[in-house]
Nanobody, 128 residues
């Protein structure tokens, strides 16, 4: 059974940092890449970052580039998202989700509809 479990959300002031973690099980990282996708109230889902553990390739949305860092811990089967210099507009529910390596390679990681498995989400709130 595929499981993705997020942790690390919370409330932080603007300019602060949070680290999200996604514990993954039930599939091989040779077959799947992991993305972080957020959804704010009244807004569409946005893929903020994605990593292919198989080859280390990463993607960042322009809105977070230079502020967020995605990483993979092979020993723990965990993908983390370090979020620095947080802004109020980063407030959202953050989900980790899995996308096939084949889809990742052709750039479909940009689109949330191409992710096959999802975690339950964790709330991130940035106060001004």
């Amino acid at each position: 059974e595929v499981q993705l479990v997020e942790s690390g959300g919370g409330l932080v002031q603007a300019g602060g940092s949070l680290r999200l973690s996604c514990a993954a099980s039930g599939f091989s990282f040779d077959d799947y890449a992991i993305g972080w996708i957020r959804q704010a109230p009244g807004k569409e889902r946005e893929v903020v970052s994605c990593i292919s553990p198989r080859d280390g390739r990463t993607y960042y949305a322009g809105s977070v580039k230079g502020r967020f860092t995605i990483s993979f811990d092979n020993a723990k089967n965990t993908v983390s998202l370090q979020m620095d210099s947080l802004k109020p507009e980063d407030t959202a529910v953050y989900y980790c989700a899995a996308i096939t390596v084949a889809a990742f390679r052709i750039g479909q990681y940009r689109f949330s509809s191409h992710y096959d498995y999802w975690g339950q989400g964790t709330q991130v709130t940035v106060s001004s």
